[in-house]
């Protein structure tokens, strides 16, 4: 591929210092690839390879300690792994999305102004954004008598598809995913499969852990295999890829 | 090569690419009560529409620096400015008794922990939104009505009760009736001291969900001091950590709660139920 990629991540490390252990945990060292527009990067790894480490130090929950994530932004090229908080913060709300495993609901909200508050916070209009809400909480199987109820009383199912609706309703340039096919039923994930599907056809970049990769399989451009501790884009350094 | 992600380096960070300027920033403030140094070279800065949280142990100075923020004290050293419509950028400690009474009043909310910081309590609770709007000029009695109501319904206070005193009243609804009095003349700053602390759990998620929601629909700047790291994470979008009067650790709240930098955080963090 020649374009120029979305997000060059070159040589990043992570280590966690913990004090109260007086250790180092190493994470992973060195970690380079490339990520083009409408790509869908696989990682894989066994427990603890760093696989969900590695999406949330692009994300930047974590801190790299060492490399750099260039990201090409609607505003400009930046590097995510030394970005200011304030526009880490900015990327989040207009580029860049992660979806985890789990729902983080405020109590008393309901599904539907959980699931729409991405849009009003975009500037959507209160009517419009609950439309879009619904809209995806039906295509994600949630049954309307819970679009008004809190999520907090809803199975781990359930919650998990309130979560992709919102995670999945504004179009991001980048989307890291985190295991978000785990305790989804068929239905829902044929929802979720769909609607990468779409994502990726409108040039989204995606990022993806999966317990069950088959689940994804169509939709997969390449993979990085992270049980090595120096991994490399598979185009470079092959001995580090498991297909 | 290696990366310097000390808090003060990611301080150090500036933006490129959010356009907005700071609303609020401090440099370098400092203050000794007696032998105490309550707070130490602190630096803050907020953007527009978003939610500083500032967290840390009892005595680590987050009240002191809230109260500085609303001009109720004077720091030994250090400037603070808000960028606000018509106004210079003149350090706000500047500004007279008369003067920071009232920008306070025009551009600064504020909700305490304590209501009876907040509020008359023998006066009726629309009485005491109409307070805040008669000290920035308001005479007409059925504006102040009017927008006492508009307040007091935002803040999501039952409107049956707009003339109760607020000692007849819960601690949850003393809160919306100072958030009420805080938010009238939709404030550029709501500063909020422990807003829920001592709420029962459905009180305190019915607050929180009220700030969170004048946040999306106002953009109204919030700075939140709490000790309760839950109501912190659900609500901020940064976080400073402080202890002993000093800054020892800033960041993204998922990122100050999920990989924390400093000993102290680490310590506060695991300590969490």
């Not at chain 1, 860049?96 to 609901?105: D, E, K, R, S, W």
């Not at chain 1, 980048?174 to 239905?187: C, F, H, I, R, W």
Request: glycine share 8%; aromatic share 6%; net charge negative.
């Amino acid at each position: 591929m020649t374009s120029t990629p979305l997000l060059r991540v070159d040589g990043l490390t992570k280590t966690f210092r913990m004090y109260h252990l007086d250790s180092m945990l190493h994470a992973f060292e060195g970690v380079s690839f490339d990520l083009h527009e409408g790509e869908f990067l696989l990682l894989r790894g066994h427990n603890g390879a760093g696989k969900s480490t590695l999406l949330r130090t692009i994300w930047r929950s974590y801190l790299p300690v060492g490399g750099h994530v260039w990201y090409r932004s609607n505003h400009g090229e930046i590097d995510l792994a030394n970005a200011a908080d304030v526009d880490i913060a900015l990327l989040r709300r207009e580029e860049i999305g992660f979806v985890t495993q789990f729902l983080n609901a405020r109590p008393r909200v309901a599904a539907q102004d959980i699931v729409a508050e991405p849009l009003l916070l975009a500037g959507t209009s209160q009517a419009e954004a609950l439309d879009q809400a619904r809209h995806w909480l039906d295509q994600f199987g949630v049954r309307p008598e819970l679009w008004r109820a809190y999520p907090s009383t809803f199975s781990g199912g359930e919650q998990q598809k309130v979560n992709l609706a919102r995670a999945l309703i504004l179009p991001q340039k980048l989307l890291l995913l985190d295991e978000p096919t785990a305790s989804l039923d068929v239905g829902a994930r044929a929802a979720l499969v769909r609607r990468l599907s779409d994502l990726k056809g409108q040039g989204v970049a995606i990022i993806g852990v999966f317990h069950h990769p088959g689940d994804v399989a169509q939709l997969i451009t390449r993979e990085i295999n992270l049980n090595t501790r120096v991994v490399a884009d598979q185009s470079e350094e092959e001995e580090n890829v498991a297909l | 090569m290696s990366l310097d992600m000390s808090p003060a380096a990611l301080t150090r960070a500036e933006p490129r690419l959010m356009r907005a300027e700071p609303l609020l920033t401090m440099r370098d403030i400092s203050k000794t009560y007696g032998d105490v140094r309550a707070l130490r070279h602190v630096d803050a800065t907020v953007y527009p529409g978003e939610v500083m949280g500032i967290v840390g142990e009892s005595g680590s100075g987050k009240s002191t620096l809230l109260r500085m923020m609303n001009l109720e004290d004077t720091p030994d050293h250090g400037d603070y400015t808000l960028r606000l419509p018509n106004r210079d950028d003149g350090n706000l400690f500047d500004l007279t008794r008369y003067e920071r009474r009232m920008l306070c009043a025009r551009h600064i909310g504020i909700v305490y922990q304590n209501p009876h910081l907040g509020l008359l309590m023998k006066h009726s609770s629309s009485g005491n939104v109409a307070e805040r709007l008669l000290i920035a000029g308001e005479r007409s009695f059925e504006v102040l009505r009017a927008k006492a109501r508009e307040a007091l319904d935002a803040s999501e206070f039952p409107l049956s009760r707009m003339d109760a005193r607020p000692i007849e009243l819960s601690g949850g609804m003393q809160q919306r009736v100072q958030l009420a009095k805080a938010i009238a003349l939709e404030p550029a700053l709501l500063l909020l001291d422990e807003p829920t602390t001592g709420l029962d759990v459905s009180v305190q998620a019915l607050v929180l969900d009220t700030l969170k929601r004048l946040q999306r629909d106002r953009k109204i700047t919030m700075v939140l001091v709490s000790h309760d790291l839950g109501v912190i994470r659900t609500m901020a979008d940064r976080v400073m950590v402080m202890r002993h009067g000093e800054v020892v650790e800033q960041g993204l709240a998922d990122q100050v709660f999920q990989d924390p930098q400093h000993p102290y955080t680490q310590q506060l963090v695991h300590a969490k139920l």
